[in-house]
């Protein structure tokens, strides 16, 4: 029941107040806050998973939304009691971790899915079906700080966001990662600025800072003919191509030489805006997840997918220590 955690609380019990499902309990150590929080909710509230567990062995799925550290341990006891689970991102602080979640999933036949919020954000939705074929990125993150998710780097707190969204629209391996990444106020890497290149040639910027003076959620993209922009705080898409007649000659040419050997013509931008219904990511993600529980399907975001985008952080992470090991080198 900390910062995020009473954000799943609210929306289980606008849930409730649908109908559609009963909030039983929030759980937290710190006892003062799971009360405040019970109360606040008009639900109970108990000290441990396995207090809860004990009093209310009809509990049938739980949100995790603990210190990233903790994930494991947390998520693992309910599953092996047979409640699923929504396990905010990233999925766990290391690969090995991860992988004991998918075993244990499996073996208790669990749902797990993994809180990636902006997979249900409206505007990301909407430009998941304007997708071609994407080849340069421009992301950016930017938050002021807060003294929370300092367990883990701004690449597993922040950009894990952004990552899993580039890896859900482009749909191909990594090929190469550049990274740079700073300590700033926490002791972890609180900014980075990260490069990667794709199996398919595309490149992706992505810039995360928790320790910037404005917030910007943005996410920029250029596939043929086309130039994207997501917003995603303002749930909103613009998207901008180039006319039919001209489409051609900016469509991307197989050989490279074609480049600008073609007649440059007035272009034609359309400007458009996919109609976009405002809905709160966390309530679209909490119902896919109860949905999922009630039909037993595959989650929207499913573990492996979790696995993913973290593995894809940790070997950003792995370059930033090594471009800081360079640097470090290069002083002495
Ligand atoms: N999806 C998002 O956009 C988003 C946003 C913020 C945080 N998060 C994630 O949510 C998680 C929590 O982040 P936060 O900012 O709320 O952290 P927080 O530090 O504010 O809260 C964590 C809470 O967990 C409690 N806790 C510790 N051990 C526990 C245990 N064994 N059982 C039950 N409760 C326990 C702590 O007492 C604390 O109240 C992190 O994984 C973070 O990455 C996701």
Redesign the pocket.
């Known amino acids: ?7 799943h609380a609210r929306v289980y019990q606008q849930l409730q107040q649908a109908g559609s499902v009963r909030l039983v309990g929030v ?4 006892t003062a ?1 799971a009360d405040a929080i019970a109360r606040e909710f008009g639900c109970k509230s108990f000290g ?2 396995e207090q809860m567990l004990t009093t209310h062995s009809e509990v049938q799925a739980a949100s995790v ?4 550290v ?2 494991r ?2 998520a693992r006891a309910l599953m092996e009691a047979g409640v699923d689970v929504l396990i ?3 999925v766990a602080a290391t690969l090995g971790e991860a992988d004991e979640l998918l075993r244990v999933a499996l073996e208790h036949k669990r749902v797990a899915q993994v ?4 997979r249900f954000n409206p505007a990301v939705r909407a430009t998941l079906p304007l997708i071609n074929r994407p080849m340069f990125f421009e992301v950016h993150r930017l938050s002021v700080f807060s003294p ?2 300092l367990d ?1 780097d701004v690449v ?2 922040l950009m894990i ?1 952004d990552l899993d969204v580039v890896l859900t629209f482009v749909k191909s391996e990594v090929k190469e990662i550049r990274a740079v990444g700073l300590p700033i106020l926490s002791g972890k890497v609180d900014i980075a600025n990260v490069r990667i290149e794709f199996e398919s040639g595309c490149v992706a910027n992505f810039t995360a800072s928790r320790v910037s003076t404005e917030r910007v959620r943005k996410l920029r993209f250029f596939q043929a003919g086309q130039y994207i922009s997501v917003d995603y705080a303002r749930q909103d898409v613009l998207v901008c191509s180039v006319g039919s007649a001209v489409g051609a000659a900016h469509s991307f040419a197989t050989d490279a030489n074609e480049w600008g050997t073609r007649p440059s013509v007035n272009p034609q931008i359309q400007m458009a805006k996919p109609p976009i219904t405002a809905e709160e990511p ?1 309530l679209a993600e909490i119902k896919a997840f109860l949905r999922s529980v009630r039909d037993r399907s595959r989650p929207a975001v499913s573990l492996e997918d979790g696995r993913k985008a973290l593995e894809l952080g940790l070997a950003i992470l792995a370059e930033i220590g090594r471009h800081a090991g360079r640097i470090a080198v290069g002083k002495g």
Do not use: I
């Open positions: 029941m900390g910062a995020f955690g009473r954000n759980v937290d150590p710190d806050r441990s998973v939304a603990v210190p990233t903790l994930h341990e947390v905010e991102k990233p809180g990636h919020l902006e929370r998710a883990v597993l707190d966001h966390l």
